[in-house]
């Protein structure tokens, strides 16, 4: 069983610029949610997509969006960062059951974005 | 709007000793309550789950939860450290089918040799 895989490790952007992260779900996982951590922090909860759509959203602004891959894998997109989007961008998967909501969430290692 | 309170964003323990984590959470209903260990430079692990069946919860590595409703609490617990337990550990709730975690400040363990 291939577990949540995140790209890249490590990634440095200037203010203002864009930013592309990637997920690949555990296998037989059909949902995807995200995550910000900042340094010292818990995770916040930035949105998670099942089949292809947007299924709930936290308190980020429009310029945090994703996608939904029909295999499942998931991209987050951040358009002019700022300073404070540094952060650990967490991934995690689960298994949606329709009329019973969402499992256990599991995790990946992450992706360690620094905006200068 | 739910909230997860981890008191004490620092705890040490001898190697040995008794590990209590403390993880308050505020719902309107109860819960499903997680506890997940990050290692440096790592994602976050699942120790363990309740999701409304028995109070007691076992996880991995010898941890272990208890679910008291009357004090809204989700404390961790494991009877004897290891040095390998040294992690920050974070509690989390969601809601029902609700589909976000909502996660304490966490809890950074030292284990004293």
């Known amino acids: 069983e291939t577990g949540v895989t995140q790209s890249p490790t490590h990634l440095i952007k200037t203010r203002g610029q864009q930013v592309t992260l990637r997920c690949s779900s555990q296998?037989?996982?059909?949902?995807v949610s995200w995550y910000q951590q900042a340094l010292g922090q818990g995770p916040q909860f930035i949105f998670q997509?099942?089949?292809?759509?947007?299924?709930g959203r936290g308190n980020f602004p429009p310029r945090f969006s994703g996608l939904q891959f029909p295999n499942y894998s998931s991209e987050l997109n951040v358009n002019a960062l700022e300073l404070d989007d540094s952060a650990l961008y967490l991934c995690a998967s689960s298994l949606e059951l329709p009329g019973v909501g969402t499992d256990t969430q599991y995790f990946g290692p992450g992706t360690r974005l620094t905006v200068l | 709007a739910q909230s997860v309170t981890q008191l004490g964003s620092h705890v040490s323990v001898s190697e040995g000793a008794l590990v209590l984590l403390r993880c308050n959470y505020s719902s309107s209903v109860p819960p499903y309550l997680f506890w997940y260990v990050q290692y440096p430079n790592q994602g976050l692990q699942l120790l363990l789950k309740?999701?409304?069946?028995?109070?007691l919860v076992k996880g991995i590595n010898g941890f272990e939860a208890e679910f008291k409703k009357s004090e809204t609490s989700f404390h961790l617990t494991k009877p004897s450290a290891h040095m390998s337990d040294a992690a920050e550990y974070f509690c989390?709730?969601?809601?029902?089918?609700?589909?976000?975690?909502?996660f304490g400040s966490g809890t950074q363990l030292t284990v004293l040799p």
């Open positions: 997509y099942y089949r292809e759509e947007e299924n």
């Open positions: 989390a709730a969601s809601s029902g089918s609700a589909r976000q975690l909502t």
């Open positions: 296998s037989g996982h059909n949902t």
């Open positions: 309740y999701t409304s069946a028995a109070t």
